[in-house]
């Protein structure tokens, strides 16, 4: 793969070697032959994916494409009909326990940030370690405290979900799902509920956390993020994957109808 | 609407030019009278008509109350409907039960978390002012002192329980919740002596509270399980959860009454003896109202989003812990209202209990007249109004407590 600085915007990138680490073929989340029905309705079809160790995919595709379904399949918010679903070497079954195994090591991000309104900021962060890694509320509160400074709302620790604004709220659940020290991320959409003026504060500190090497599944309508961070670009449509290459070689020189048609369209 | 111009203006450090107040306008009675009573012809018609109404029920409500009633029968019968047919040794037991809720009270007063200082904490107890308003017309129908005194010896415990609440230990005074449960069942275990289901000689105001509360206390976690069980994955769970609710509320409260009352017999086992027909009518008001604590919880759950659950499970929180630890106290919440007219329904319902011939308030109320003094004297009016005199200031209190939750919760902000 070539060099990810391509995006143009200011987002210079040093020092992740997307190549190396996506060739070493660790797999972290590897989807083989998956199928995903609602009903009638099929919404994923023969979906074939790895993301390796610290890479970053960006998905993009129009909506109804099965984008959000993918990825919630990986931490089985959806089931998925049939193929197989491994994650850091768990392989997704029905049995309660790898499911909450894959959850543990894979956090998420919501369009709707869903955090818990009942409950402070911190409390929110601390929920997860507390209650599923059972640290002691020393521990937790530390770590808590930690990744809220690196979203950059330290300050925010004692309001309520209420009180913040929606990039505030989402750099909380960005924090929240950090808390447990996962090995992987999910992003669904996190920045298509934002005002535009809040939009950058959340791809920033996406960007902050793809640098720290952090593996990434990232569904997203930014392209500019998509650009300059991105390992890896995904091209779903119609519950397919219709494209898969780097940024440069994804946004310069598609090969397929479908993406040019998509771009044309977007860009 | 606190905050005048100059708050404005220290929170907004801007150059912005500062806004002038509003002129002041003073209006005196006669503007304000005139202004709102009598603005246009059909206003002072409206005006004048509905005065003269509100003159005439408060001038008859009032003559009634203060020159034509008979409140001899209320009078004399004070006890029976407090107690009922308690026997009358018990009654220091009574009040030491009363003056433990007062000491209760009192802790839980001095513990409440407040910035106001006792200023704020007192006021807080408004909310009971039906129920001091109640006590005031107890006291001034007493024939004798020692109601006087005992009462005010309850509200010396309980400013002794306010003033002591600093000095408990913070292990206690962290769990204020757990300080109110044990008031309440010390209380409880000190009328009923501790022993056995004493409580079936309970009567008159005793009774309905005993059954108002024990069918909140009961029906309240059964209900919950209901309503969590009628949402259940488990097919077999979701049809016997709906079966019951749907079975329970096809009936009226007065045939399960019935049933509990005069039909269990048939349903036991020959040799089984029926249990106190205080503990059966008990049971049949919790059945009941747990169907509806369901329902209304059941609406609570919907009323929280699917991505709350979602998020829970994607920090890979048990379905259990998802349950009780995100989804039950944003549920919960929001139905408040509900749940509170739910329960103050059931502590008017507790009236229905007469029909089996338990002498609880309303039992009271209608077995008095038949007393020889004053048999044949159509005083229905009096112990009537009494009775409803004490299931209003109750509920008003109830609905009051409701409120003051609602606000603290936080309830209707998101």
């Known amino acids: 793969m070539t060099d990810v600085t391509t995006g143009g915007d200011d987002t210079a990138r040093d020092g992740v070697p997307a190549d190396a680490t996506a060739a070493k073929g660790d797999k972290m989340i590897s989807l083989e032959h998956v199928d995903k029905f609602f009903g009638g309705f099929q919404a994923l079809t023969d979906i074939n994916m790895n993301v390796g160790l610290q890479e970053v995919v960006v998905v993009i595709g129009p909506s109804g494409s099965g984008k959000s379904t993918l990825i919630r399949c990986v931490n089985r918010l959806e089931k998925h009909d049939s193929g197989r679903i491994v994650v850091d070497g768990v392989e997704m079954s029905d049995d309660l326990r790898s499911i909450q195994e894959i959850r543990k090591e894979t956090g998420m991000v919501f369009q709707q940030f869903n955090l818990f309104p009942h409950m402070t900021v911190l409390e929110n962060v601390t929920l997860g370690p507390r209650q599923v890694r059972r640290w002691n509320k020393a521990k937790a509160d530390e770590v808590a405290m930690k990744m809220l400074e690196r979203v950059r709302i330290p300050e925010q620790a004692d309001k309520y979900p209420g009180q913040l604004s929606g990039g505030q709220q989402q750099r909380v659940a960005i924090a929240r799902a950090l808390a447990m020290q996962p090995k992987s991320m999910l992003f669904d959409e996190p920045t298509s509920a934002l005002d535009p003026e809040m939009i950058k504060e959340v791809l920033d500190t996406m960007e902050d956390l793809a640098e720290s090497g952090m593996t990434m599944v990232v569904v997203t309508h930014e392209m500019g993020f998509a650009r300059a961070v991105a390992d890896r670009v995904v091209f779903m449509a119609d519950g397919q994957i219709v494209e898969v290459g780097t940024p440069e070689h994804f946004f310069t020189d598609p090969q397929e109808e479908r993406t040019k048609l998509f771009l044309s369209q977007i860009l | ?414």
């Open chain 2, 1 to 414: 609407m606190s905050g005048g111009p100059t708050d404005v203006a220290t929170l907004e450090p801007t150059s912005a030019p500062e806004p002038s107040p509003p002129p002041a306008r003073r209006v005196t009675p006669r503007e304000w009278v005139r202004e709102n009573l009598f603005s246009t012809w059909y206003n002072s018609l409206l005006t004048v008509v509905f005065g003269a109404l509100i003159v005439w029920v408060i001038f008859g409500v009032a003559r009634f109350v203060f020159v034509t009633a008979q409140w001899e029968i209320v009078r004399v019968n004070l006890t029976n409907f407090m107690v009922g047919r308690l026997s009358r040794d018990l009654l220091p037991r009574v009040w030491g039960g009363v003056g433990v809720l007062a000491l209760t009270i009192g802790l839980l007063t001095g513990l409440s978390p407040v910035s106001g200082g006792w200023r704020e904490r007192v006021g807080n107890l408004r909310r009971a002012g039906p129920l001091v308003f109640l006590v005031v017309v107890f006291l001034s129908l007493a024939g004798t002192a020692t109601p006087w005194f005992l009462t005010l010896g309850t509200v010396a415990v309980a400013v002794a329980g306010y003033g002591c609440a600093r000095f408990l230990p913070a292990v206690i005074a962290r769990r204020a919740g757990m300080v109110g449960v044990v008031g309440v069942i010390a209380s409880y275990l000190v009328v009923s002596g501790g022993a056995g289901p004493s409580y079936a000689a309970f009567g008159g105001l005793l009774l309905t509270l005993f059954l108002a509360l024990g069918g909140i206390v009961l029906s309240f976690p059964f209900g919950l399980l209901l309503g969590l069980g009628r949402r259940s994955t488990f097919p077999a769970v979701r049809v016997v959860c709906v079966g019951y609710i749907e079975l329970i509320r096809g009936v009226p409260l007065i045939t399960l009454l019935f049933m509990s009352g005069f039909a269990l017999g048939f349903f036991l086992p020959p040799g089984m003896s029926r249990p106190e027909l205080v503990t059966r009518a008990l049971v049949a008001l919790v059945l009941f109202t747990a169907a509806y604590v369901a329902e209304i919880v059941r609406g609570g759950l919907q009323g929280v989003p699917a991505g709350q659950t979602e998020a829970a499970q994607a920090i890979g929180l048990s379905p259990l812990r998802t349950t009780y630890l995100i989804v039950l106290p944003q549920a919960l919440r929001n139905v408040i209202p509900a749940l509170v007219g739910q329960f103050i329904s059931l502590f008017k319902d507790t009236s229905l209990v007469t029909f089996l011939g338990l002498l609880e308030l309303l039992g009271v109320a209608q077995v008095i007249l038949e007393q020889p003094d004053f048999r044949g004297a159509g005083l229905q009016t009096e112990t009537l109004m009494f009775a409803s005199l004490i299931y209003w200031s109750w509920c008003y209190s109830m609905s009051r407590a409701s409120q003051r939750l609602e606000t603290r919760l936080g309830v209707g902000e998101r």
